[in-house]
């Protein structure tokens, strides 16, 4: 590559990683307070995924760090090991896991895992997303309950109702912040080059400062409160940020090594970890205008990597993200450069910007995600989905219902059992079939046929009267269980003496036929 087109690629990736940067920002502090935990930890995650895992990556445009899709876990993981710390370790060995799966070649199993669960489990993390965030959307504030019937407006814009005190400014701010999400992208505001320019989640948090900064100085009451904005630490340099990760605070505690819900945690957390980032590379694969494909197993390897040191500096699980990454693709990346672009940005941002990143309002976040909720659990999927029918339909349901009933584990658990019986209920359904014409039967074998098939074959063979003719099909059975190879041979073995004539067509003869030039058609799967 000589240097011109060298300066061409870098600054393409340059522009990509700024945009990427600019997305990731909004995402990686949203999905912190998401989580329950310090703002701090989301930029770790973005900051370890820009730096390490696009450098290990074998994929040019995809961007890893926080997931919405993880937001479920790390709440219930918290709440289940009862400190962040102890949840640090379960991200810690959720990366070791994940390492071992690359390892193992894992990557191949992902696409065994049918997409009704997935969509499932996908979709119900969206619900999730939504009741969630609607307190902070709505500003709640404690449970004080308003004495009379009717909500009493109160000093500073806040509305007192049974459920606590609603911020009037955070509820506009969120309605504003979700208007220029869903109208970002309609073709009306395409046309504008500043639309087209400024990502849509850049767009929500630039409202919210300002939205900040103008009521602080025209109406301090109704301005949101420093307990309703973003907390990032002041960090004036290294030795700051130094204090800010130190193991007491951030680092995870090995004696709960012994404890097996950190273990379940931590395989919970690889696993979904690991089908979100293979997603991601599909995705990927398919809008790159190269169709450049990325290793999964290595992909699973540095993700590992990434999630061991996140786990060890307080960061959230990582995962390659879709939204980040299709960012990356349409600012016309090149290179995984513009990832680790994005990645130092995210640094600098940690102590250059606090005092602006600290102006966001917390509405601003929950309306991000909130949208991202919507797009996971939109309605027109449910209709999708229950136009394919029952086979699709009812896996999808039982891991929604599952992921919310329980957790993320069991659902995608619940939701694969459901569909190995559907498959099980379609292969096992009806594989003998008899027709007869006068005094000749045609009994097919139209499938495999496991001990099952006994009971009906029994019946079958019991109706053909003495002096038939009887022709057994089994040329599409690939399989047949002993049993009814037993009881088809007691029928033969018996037909002389009812002058029944018999003719057995196996599947050896079939293929003797295509051998001297005939063709050999299965039916299409059922």
């Not at 370890?48 to 696009?54: D, H, K, M, R």
Request: a positive charge; aromatic letters at 6%; proline letters at 6%.
């Amino acid at each position: 590559m000589n240097l011109r087109a060298f300066f061409s690629t870098f600054q393409r990736d340059l522009l990509a990683g700024t945009v990427v940067f600019l997305v990731a920002l909004p995402l990686c502090l949203g999905i912190a307070n998401a989580s329950g935990v310090e703002p701090f930890a989301g930029l770790v995650s973005g900051i370890v995924g820009g730096l390490v895992v696009a450098v290990l990556s074998g994929s040019r445009l995809s961007v890893s760090g926080p997931a919405a899709g993880l937001v479920v876990i790390v709440v219930d993981g918290i709440a289940q090991l009862g400190s962040f710390p102890a949840f640090l370790l379960a991200v810690l060995l959720s990366g070791a896991i994940q390492f071992g799966f690359g390892m193992l070649k894992a990557g191949r199993f992902a696409a065994y895992v049918p997409s009704p669960v997935i969509k499932g489990m996908l979709a119900a993390i969206g619900v999730l997303l939504i009741v969630k965030q609607c307190p902070l959307a709505l500003g709640l504030g404690g449970a004080q309950a308003s004495s009379g019937a009717q909500a009493a407006v109160q000093a500073g814009g806040t509305v007192a109702t049974p459920l606590g005190s609603i911020s009037l400014t955070a509820g506009l701010i969120t309605l504003l912040s979700l208007a220029i999400l869903l109208g970002w992208e309609t073709r009306a505001l395409r046309r504008f080059a500043l639309v087209r320019l400024v990502p849509a989640p850049l767009a929500v948090v630039l409202l919210g400062i300002g939205a900040t900064l103008l009521l602080s100085l025209l109406a301090p009451s109704l301005a949101p409160p420093a307990e309703h904005r973003v907390a990032l630490p002041s960090l004036e340099s290294f030795a700051a940020l130094r204090v800010a990760l130190e193991w007491a605070d951030f680092g995870p505690h090995f004696a709960q090594l012994v404890n097996p819900d950190v273990w379940r945690v931590a395989i919970t957390l690889a696993i979904v970890a690991s089908l979100e980032t293979l997603l991601s590379l599909e995705a990927v694969e398919q809008i790159d205008p190269a169709r450049r494909r990325a290793p999964p197993d290595r992909e699973l390897k540095a993700q590992g990597v990434g999630n061991l040191i996140a786990g060890a500096i307080g960061g959230l699980p990582i995962t390659s993200v879709i939204v980040r990454s299709s960012a990356n693709v349409h600012a016309g990346a090149h290179s995984r450069l513009s990832a680790i672009i994005h990645g130092v940005l995210l640094l600098v941002s940690v102590f250059a910007l606090t005092s602006v990143i600290n102006l966001i309002p917390l509405a601003c976040l929950a309306a991000i995600l909130i949208f991202t909720g919507v797009k996971l659990a939109k309605p027109s999927l449910f209709v999708a989905i229950a136009r394919h029918g029952f086979a699709p339909f009812a896996p999808f349901i039982v891991t929604l219902l599952g992921v919310l009933a329980t957790d993320l584990l069991i659902g995608i658990v619940l939701g694969i059992l459901c569909s190995v019986l559907l498959a099980l209920y379609a292969n096992l359904r009806s594989p003998i079939v008899l027709a007869q014409h006068g005094d000749h039967y045609l009994l097919s074998f139209r499938k495999d046929v496991s001990f099952l098939g006994k009971v009906p074959l029994k019946h079958y063979l019991q109706q053909i009267p003495d002096g038939a003719t009887v022709i057994v099909d089994a040329t599409r059975a690939d399989f047949v269980d002993h049993d009814v190879r037993e009881l088809l041979d007691a029928f033969v073995a018996d037909a002389p003496r009812r002058e029944i004539a018999v003719d057995v067509r196996h599947q050896v003869q079939a293929q003797a036929r295509a051998a001297r030039g005939w063709s050999v058609r299965r039916p299409a799967a059922e």
